[in-house]
């Protein structure tokens, strides 16, 4: 168990597409979940709870895991989202990757995830609006993709203290629309 070192935008890491874990159950993996968990608590402490959910290339390790905490640690092994609703909402999303830069994203507003537990057990989750927000967010980091590749919109960038300044008021997370033809490449692709 150890803190690692985030990789930040420019590593090349975080453009990998990441390796499918074959045995979810080997100690292998289970310090790399370690090594998550400690590194998400440890931003958490130094940015005031900051953080919900990390990924496996952001710590320099090129496989499919994840590790969310939101009051309760869950670990995601080769996580696949194989349903989205009918409604996207535009996000300003952040990363730990890319510090102090809000980006404004489409996302899908309700997504079924199928994943695997340290243990190898297969599951199924339906997410909606943040938690749908924050599994696509990661799995993208699972396939080298970054929240800068998703911007959405006219003016889609904004430092932390500017968007503090300018649009804390209207918050993070647009309302569901009904997803046109136009938002679907948007979202999947």
């Known amino acids: 168990m150890a803190i690692r070192r985030i990789r930040r935008l420019g590593d090349p890491i975080?453009?990998?597409?990441?390796?499918?874990?074959?045995?979810?159950?080997?100690?292998?993996?289970?310090?790399?979940?370690?090594?998550l968990a400690d590194t998400l608590h440890d931003w958490q402490q130094q940015h005031a709870g900051a953080g919900r959910g990390?990924?496996?290339?952001q710590i320099g390790a090129p496989l499919r895991m994840i590790y969310i905490d939101t009051g309760k640690p869950w670990v995601l092994v080769n996580p696949e989202i194989v349903d989205i609703g009918f409604q996207d909402f535009t996000v300003w999303d952040?990363?730990?990757?890319?510090p102090d830069l809000y980006v404004r994203v489409l996302r899908a507003h309700h997504v079924r995830v199928r994943y695997q537990d340290l243990r190898g057990?297969?599951?199924?989750?339906e997410l909606e609006r943040e938690m749908a927000e924050l599994i696509q967010h990661?799995?993208?980091h699972?396939?080298?993709?970054?929240?800068?590749?998703?911007?959405?919109?006219?003016?889609p960038f904004c430092y932390r203290d500017e968007w503090e300044r300018h649009h804390r008021e209207e918050g993070r997370f647009g309302e569901p629309q009904l997803r046109s033809a136009d938002d679907s490449l948007h979202v999947l692709v």
């Open 14 to 35: 975080l453009r990998a597409r990441c390796e499918t874990i074959t045995n979810p159950r080997s100690a292998a993996v289970r310090v790399i979940a370690d090594d």
């Open 54 to 57: 990390i990924a496996a290339p």
């Open 94 to 98: 952040d990363c730990f990757s890319i």
């Open 121 to 125: 057990k297969w599951h199924e989750v």
């Open 138 to 140: 990661e799995i993208d």
């Open 142 to 155: 699972l396939d080298g993709v970054l929240t800068v590749d998703r911007a959405h919109g006219l003016d």
